[in-house]
């Protein structure tokens, strides 16, 4: 589970890294009224910045949810353990 979990949280960083320029771009060209561009590098950019949308979320997700629980403590104390940790 751990080695799916990290190949998920190592292909969200690459792909938001190449995303950003990309989502950029695709927002220039729509404000600047270069649809055809637009239309051309939104074909490409829209499912990269859905990936890294729903991958980030889930990996959020499933990272919050491991810092809410340690098993060797009480799950009444348990709910802020993360800043103990800081």
């Known amino acids: 589970m751990r080695t799916l979990y990290l190949s998920i949280l190592a292909s969200h960083v690459i792909l938001s890294i190449v995303a950003l ?12 009224g270069r649809f055809a561009m637009h239309r ?5 950019t829209f499912p ?11 990996s959020f997700s499933s990272f919050s ?19 103990n940790h800081v």
């Open 21 to 32: 320029p990309m989502v950029l771009t695709t927002f220039f060209f729509s404000l600047t």
């Open 40 to 44: 051309r590098i939104a074909r490409v």
């Open 48 to 58: 990269i910045w859905l990936y890294v949308s729903v991958t980030g979320r889930g």
């Open 65 to 83: 949810k491991h810092l809410r629980t340690r098993p060797d403590t009480d799950p009444a104390s348990v709910r802020y353990s993360f800043l």
